[in-house]
Every structure is written in C-alpha cells, then in structure tokens.
C-alpha cells in the first residue's frame, strides 16, 4: 500500500468513524424516517456524478479533435468508473445510472422527488447553483454539500477531486444503514426492494472494484509531489466534515418532525 495512502487513512479514521456512528440511523425508524433521509442524500448522489465527470473531463479527452491526455493509465482507471457509474444494471438488468436507479428507489417508497427535480430544472435553465437553491428552497445542509463540492470541481486540480472522490465518496455507507434498509424491506418489501438494491450494488461495485482504482487514480495523480499529498488530505478532511453536516441536517430534520418543531 502506497505509504501516503496508508497515512491519510490513518487521519481520516475518526471522521470515518463518525460517519459511521453516527446518530442519524437511529432515528431512521420507519418509512417517513426513511424518505426524509433520501430527500437530503440524493443531492449526494447527483453530485458524486458531478464530481466524477469533471475528473474524467480533467484527466481524458472529452472534445475533438481528439488529442491525447495525460497517461493512458490514467483515463482508463476514470473511464472504468465513469462506465458503472453512468450505465450500470439496475434489477431488471436495465442501463442506467446510479443516480437514475436512486431516484426510482425515492419514487417506490414515496419520498418526494419534486425538490430534486426543480433543482435540476432551473439549474439547466439558469446555469447557477444559487438560483437553483432558491427557486428549489433546497435544504440548507445540502446547499453546503454541493457548493463544497463545485468548489473542487472548480478548481479544475485532478489530483483534490480524485482525493475528494477516493476517500470522501467511494467507501461511505455504513453497514448499520444498510441493516437497517434491509429490516424495513422485510416490513414494506413492495416499496423498498429498489433502495435495497442500490445500496447492495453501490456496495459490490464501489466499495470494491471502484475503491481500488479510484486509489490507484489518486496516487498516479499525486505521485511523490508532497504538496499534492498534503492537499489531498486537506480536501479529504474537510470532504467529510460536510458528510457529517449534511447527516447532521437529516438527523435534525427528522427529531423536528417527529416533535413537531416547525422549520
């Protein structure tokens, strides 16, 4: 293991380890609990797919004339994950994206789906995070989720959103969210089979053949450039402190509900 790897694994244990004791899942306790939770987790989703294109954008060429770009290594690492990201199986063994496969698991247990759709509406329409904030009245903890986000994209340094991507995004859902999916299917097996699945897929694929190579894209792109590792570190911290924000939004969203407290 690539000795700047093992290092940034090793700092980022006790944030991981809070994400993934975090006390958000034990409010998740029924289907309402539940949808609450997608409302927030899919602007996540939809972004992780952001976040991805921009470094196959970076690290590929996207344009023609075609013209080769960085190292053949490289692009075939991000066009393999780009390729289950955007066009893999869903249950029926129908292509489609990730993103595309958790907006059907929304739709099946009745989460509300118009937010997201707005916002992705007048993002097309308008071109601006901001106004599409607004006009969408997206949760407060998701705008800050996103907007950290695009400022990496934004930065257009392959080597942070690969970091951000790695340790921020690929090995982030917690067997206890999963069990407990899992138990809540068994009750309401007719409106949540689709999220079960996602959550099982996004396991066997991300959490193991993507992983590895997003590690190995990360460490082909930082190379023995110390100030490209220490970066990377940084953006991964803060990458998932606004994992904990955002949780820390649903956690909040759903105890008011259940009390009665008005946003």
């Not at 006390?23 to 939809?46: E, G, R, T």
Request: contains cysteine; aromatic residues 10%.
């Amino acid at each position: 293991m690539n000795s700047h790897i093992t290092r940034i694994q090793q700092v980022i244990e006790p944030l991981r380890q809070e994400i993934i004791n975090h006390k958000v899942y034990s409010v998740i306790n029924d289907l309402d609990d539940l949808k609450v939770f997608m409302q927030y987790h899919v602007y996540a989703v939809w972004d992780f797919m952001s976040l991805l294109k921009s470094l196959q954008i970076n690290l590929t060429c996207t344009t023609t004339p075609w013209f080769p770009v960085g190292n053949a290594n490289t692009r075939y690492l991000i066009n393999e994950i780009v390729a289950g990201e955007e066009s893999d199986v869903d249950g029926e063994g129908v292509r489609k994206s990730h993103y595309e496969m958790y907006l059907e698991a929304m739709e099946q247990c009745g989460a509300d789906t118009n937010v997201i759709a707005q916002f992705i509406v007048a993002l097309k329409e308008t071109g601006s995070l901001t106004k599409a904030y607004e006009i969408a009245n997206v949760p407060q903890e998701a705008r800050e989720f996103m907007e950290f986000t695009f400022k990496v994209i934004d930065g257009k340094a392959s080597h942070l959103q690969s970091a951000a991507f790695t340790f921020g995004r690929e090995d982030l859902i917690p067997n206890m969210f999963i069990s407990i999916v899992r138990d809540l299917n068994a009750k309401f097996p007719d409106q949540l089979s689709l999220i079960k699945y996602y959550l099982e897929r996004h396991i066997e694929v991300d959490g193991d053949h993507h992983s590895h190579l997003a590690l190995e894209m990360t460490a082909e792109l930082c190379g023995e450039n110390e100030d490209y590792w220490k970066a990377a570190e940084e953006v991964t911290i803060a990458s998932l402190q606004q994992r904990i924000n955002l949780w820390n939004g649903v956690y909040n969203e759903i105890v008011n509900t259940k009390n009665n407290v008005p946003a």
